[in-house]
C-alpha cells in the first residue's frame, strides 16, 4: 500500500526528530521519584491496552517506580485481557495519580476518548501522546503519533528502542496482541514489511503465537456463541446503499446480553462476522449502551472512507475501520449513516 514504514516517514506525517527528541527527554529528564500516568482509551481493545502495558513494562525496566495505568469508565478488563504481563499497573481510573508529572496517552486520537480523565492533560507536568489516527487532535504537549504505524504498539516499540529498553517476552506479549489486533492477524493493507520485521523481533523473544492468538480472539463462552447466532440472523442487507457498494447492518441490546448473560465486550468481535459479507462494502454493529445511546461500528472494504462517516456523526478512527456514539434509536442511527455513505465514496 505504502512504504513510508519501510524507510522513515514522509514529510508531514509521523513524528518528527524534534518530537522524538522532546519524547526522549521527557522519559530521560524524569526525576527518580517522579510519578507517572499512563492513560489508553476508553472501552480499550488490545493496541490500546497491549500498548500501554507493554510500554509500562519498559519504563519499568528503567527503573520508573511510580507508575500506574489506567483507562476511563468501570475499572473491568475484558476476559481475554486478564492474563496479559503488566496488568499489576492497572488502577481504576479512581486511583489514577491527580497530578502527575508525566502522563502517557496511548492509541487515544481525541480528549473525548480519555473520558473523566481529560483533566489530567492540564494538571500533568508534561503530556506525552502515543498515537497512530490520522484523526488525532493533538491534544497533548508532545505527540509522536504516525498514521502510517498500523498500531499504536509500533510506535511504542520504537520509542523503548530509542531509550535502549531491550524487548522481552513480557513487553513483546503484550506489543504482538496490540500488532495482531490493529492488522486483523496481520491480514489488513497495514501489513507492510515492517510490520513483519517487527513482529519478528517479538516472536525472536520466545513468545508463542497460538496462544496468544486463541486467548485475544478465538476463545468465547458459549453463551455468546448463541448470542452471535441471534444477532447474526437479524442482519440486513441493502444493496443500494453507499452508491450501490451495499451496506450489512446488524445490532444488539442490552436485554440480548441479559438474555444469553454475556459481558458487552463479547460483542467486540461481532463485526468480523459481518463484514464477511462479499455483497457489502460497507458493515456496521450498533451495540447498546444506554436506553438511546449505542456504540457503532464501521467497517469498509475499500470503496468508502468509513472514517469520513464516523467523524461526520461526532466518531474518528481510520479509513476502513471507525466508530461514534449514535443516540436515539437503531433506526435513525443507521438513518444517519445511510446518509452519510454516499458522500463518503473513495476515488477509483
Ligand atoms: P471499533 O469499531 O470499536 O473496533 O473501533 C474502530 C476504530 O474506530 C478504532 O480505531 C477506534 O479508535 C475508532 N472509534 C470507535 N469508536 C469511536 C468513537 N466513539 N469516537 C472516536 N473514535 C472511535
Ligand atoms: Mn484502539
Ligand atoms: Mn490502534
Redesign the pocket.
Not at 315 to 318: L, Q, T
Not at 321 to 325: D, K, V
Given at each position: 500500500m505504502n512504504d513510508s514504514a519501510e524507510g522513515g516517514t514522509p514529510a508531514g506525517a509521523g513524528p518528527t526528530d524534534t518530537d522524538w527528541a522532546a519524547a526522549l527527554a521527557a522519559v530521560r529528564g524524569l526525576p527518580a521519584d517522579a510519578r507517572v500516568q499512563l492513560i489508553c482509551?476508553v472501552n480499550p481493545?488490545g493496541d490500546a491496552l497491549g500498548t500501554m502495558l507493554g510500554f509500562g513494562l519498559g519504563l519499568r525496566r528503567l527503573g520508573v517506580r511510580q507508575l500506574r495505568a489506567t483507562f476511563p469508565g468501570p475499572p473491568v478488563l475484558p476476559e481475554p485481557f486478564r492474563w496479559l504481563p503488566g496488568l499489576e499497573l492497572l488502577v481504576p481510573q479512581d486511583d489514577a495519580y491527580p497530578e502527575p508529572d508525566l502522563v502517557i496517552c496511548f492509541d487515544v486520537?481525541s480528549e473525548y476518548?480519555l473520558g473523566d480523565l481529560a483533566d489530567r492533560l492540564d494538571k500533568a507536568g508534561t503530556a506525552l501522546v502515543l498515537d497512530h489516527?490520522a484523526s488525532n487532535t493533538r491534544f497533548g504537549g508532545i505527540h509522536l503519533v504516525d498514521p502510517h504505524a498500523a498500531a499504536t504498539s509500533v510506535v511504542a516499540q520504537e520509542l523503548l528502542d530509542r531509550l535502549g529498553v531491550p524487548l522481552d517476552a513480557e513487553i513483546a506479549t503484550c506489543f504482538y496482541v496490540a500488532l495482531s489486533t490493529d492488522t486483523g492477524s496481520f491480514r489488513f493493507e497495514a501489513t507492510t514489511p515492517a510490520v513483519h520485521r517487527l513482529a519478528a523481533r517479538l516472536l525472536a523473544t520466545g513468545i508463542r503465537p497460538g496462544d496468544i492468538s486463541r486467548r485475544i480472539f478465538d476463545t468465547r463462552p458459549f453463551g455468546a456463541v448463541r448470542l452471535f447466532g441471534e444477532v447474526l440472523l437479524r442482519a440486513r442487507l441493502e444493496p443500494a446503499a453507499a452508491a450501490g457498494r451495499g451496506l450489512v447492518w446488524t445490532y444488539a441490546t442490552r436485554a440480548d446480553l441479559a438474555r444469553h448473560d454475556q459481558p458487552a465486550y463479547v460483542l467486540?468481535a461481532l463485526?468480523d462476522s459481518v463484514r464477511c459479507t462479499a455483497e457489502a462494502d460497507v458493515s456496521c454493529v450498533v451495540k447498546q449502551v444506554d436506553t438511546a445511546e449505542w456504540a457503532v461500528?464501521l467497517r469498509s472494504k475499500g470503496a468508502v472512507d468509513v472514517s469520513a462517516v464516523?467523524v461526520a456523526l461526532g466518531?474518528?478512527?481510520?479509513r476502513f475501520?471507525?466508530?461514534?456514539?449514535g443516540r436515539g434509536t437503531v433506526d435513525e442511527v443507521v438513518d444517519r449513516i445511510r446518509g452519510e455513505l454516499a458522500g463518503a465514496l473513495l476515488p477509483g
Open positions: 482509551h481493545d486520537a476518548r489516527h467486540e463485526i461500528s464516523a466518531g474518528g478512527g481510520h475501520a471507525a466508530g461514534f456514539t
